[in-house]
């Protein structure tokens, strides 16, 4: 018993042998050792592999982005390249002492700088007489700060003049998430880098290799609903990966993930999108209470439906040329279908009313009831109409009711000679809506010199042309705006912009219309009656007025004889 004891004295057992070996997260298993091992950034990976390779080494490099897109190991992983056994090299051997203690955190020349709480001047003098000293063993002395924004303006200034003149052996290596707060002396002695959000597509593939060599099943579904609420950084979605691993075991599905972290299915998703586009006011807010009552993020469910949203319109706006969205087929094809049911506009007045709310919904005592507010101002922003859409569908309307009558000149005109397909029409040939195309292309260019001129034209129209004169009518309701309207400078812009769209030098006559007020187009302050009809019909049960009340869910509220 006692040469036992001595024997333990005199021989101790390694500690590896008695603590057990302690389990290492995945996000610290799986973090990248080499270039090509970095997810989504080979924009810098390559031109850092380019720098090594071409000898051209700056002294001080400044990685930004988002959380969880690969900053501190971009810089671990370059430290490791310049100061590798075999370096400089693009390919780190992984095998030598160097490049396991900076692997491990640990190497002497290679040192890690957490900017929140190394911030202040000393910490800073005490870096810059530690740069003097050559590196332990390796190459270069690498300082990599985190979080470097976190320095105080004073660090900063301490910083500046080693910084701009480091020794050689130093190199700095700073790591941010908010680059505007980093002086503008400090960026300017930086090789700035921009890491990007990583696509989703991206995240499920490297999530499945993880599975894979983990021996965890996991269904597609799945993994595309951790990289969706991964938002773009690698390094949350492995966390997660982690924590669905210890909640279910070596087996994973959809709805687990969808569980733990309150986030929505995409057939939800899409449900609670169609009731928006589709109107269905009272099935959007049915979907927002089932949600809410199982426990469903309305702050992320509003991201979700803004994400949407985007899609959507920039599969409208774009068409075919939107290929390069990150999206599953099946959300694609969802996505063409709704695209089909609503146009751009709504969809952009969808989208500012969704994002109004958002940044309030956070502070917000009751989310679903805010959430359900911004829902229903949402589809009344759908059904809403710009005053373009106004405009347009006015002059529809009076194309049906009468737009063909109007009159274009009778006088006799010279017969001129055929100058081929692409000649300007002569005044024979000149049809009503070639006039109204012209007198509206006028009016739209004038609006961006005089807004207010182009609001008193609205209602105007072409009545024909008296030789070379281009005659424009107003309604006797509206004849006090002829006098605004009709002078020299107005009258000369507009009569620039008709010869463009006519081709020919026209001068412009504006009057006001008798006989012909009751073919007016109405303006949308007010709807002008018209003239009776041969049965003494009331105006009120014209057409074209009760068309307009349908269109714009107007009443008439006087009738004035």
Known sequence: MTVDRERSRLFPVPCELIMPKQYQVLARKWRPQQFDEIVGQDHITTTLKNAIGQDRLAHAYLFVGPRGTGKTTTARVFAKALNCAKGPTVTPCDKCDTCKEIAAGNCLDVLEIDGASNNGVEQVRELRETCRYAPARSKYKVYIIDEVHMLTTAAFNALLKTLEEPPGHVKFFFATTEPQKVLPTILSRCQRFDLRRIPAGLIVKHLKHI?????????????????????????????????????????????????????????????????????????????????????????????????????????????????????????????????????????????????????????????????????????????????????????????????????????????????GKNAAPTTATLSSTDLDDAWAYAVEHIGKVTPLVKSYLVGTRPLGLEGNVF??????????????????????LLQ??????????????????????????????????????????????DPLIRKALEIFKGTIVEVRK
């Open 471 to 492: 005659v424009v009518g107003f309604d006797p309701e509206f004849a006090d705006r002829r006098e605004f309207v009709d002078t020299g400078k107005n009258k000369e």
């Open 211 to 419: 599975a894979k060599q983990e021996k965890i099943s996991i269904d597609d579904d799945a993994l595309a609903a951790i990289a969706r609420g991964a938002e773009g950084g690698l390094r949350d979605a492995e966390s997660a990966l982690d924590q669905l691993i210890a909640f279910c075991g070596d087996k994973i599905a959809e709805k687990d993930v969808l569980g733990v972290f309150g986030l929505i299915a995409h057939d939800q998703l899409r449900a609670l999108t169609d009731a928006v586009i589709d109107g269905e006011t009272g099935k959007a807010l049915g979907l927002v209470k089932q949600l809410d009552d199982v426990g469903k993020d309305l702050q992320r469910l509003l991201a979700d439906l803004l994400e949407h949203f985007r899609n959507l319109l920039v599969l409208a706006v774009a068409g075919d040329a939107a290929g390069d969205l990150d999206l599953p087929d099946t959300e694609r094809e969802v996505l063409q279908a709704q695209s089909k049911r609503i146009d751009s506009d709504a969809v952009l007045r969808i989208i500012d009313a969704l994002t109004a709310a958002e940044g309030r919904l956070r502070y917000a005592l009751s989310k679903r009831i805010f959430l359900e507010i911004a829902l229903v101002k949402a589809v009344r922003a759908r059904e809403a109409t710009g005053i373009d859409g106004v405009l347009k569908k006015l002059n529809e309307l009076k194309n049906r009711a009468g737009g063909s009558d109007i009159p274009v000149a009778t006088s006799p005109t010279p017969r001129q000679p055929d100058r």
């Open 496 to 541: 620039h912009k008709l010869r463009e769209k006519l081709h020919r030098d026209v001068a412009l006559k504006f009057t006001v219309t008798e006989a012909e007020a009751a073919k007016a187009v109405p303006t949308p302050t007010a709807v002008p009656p018209p003239a009776k009809k041969n049965g003494g019909e009331k105006f009120q049960d």
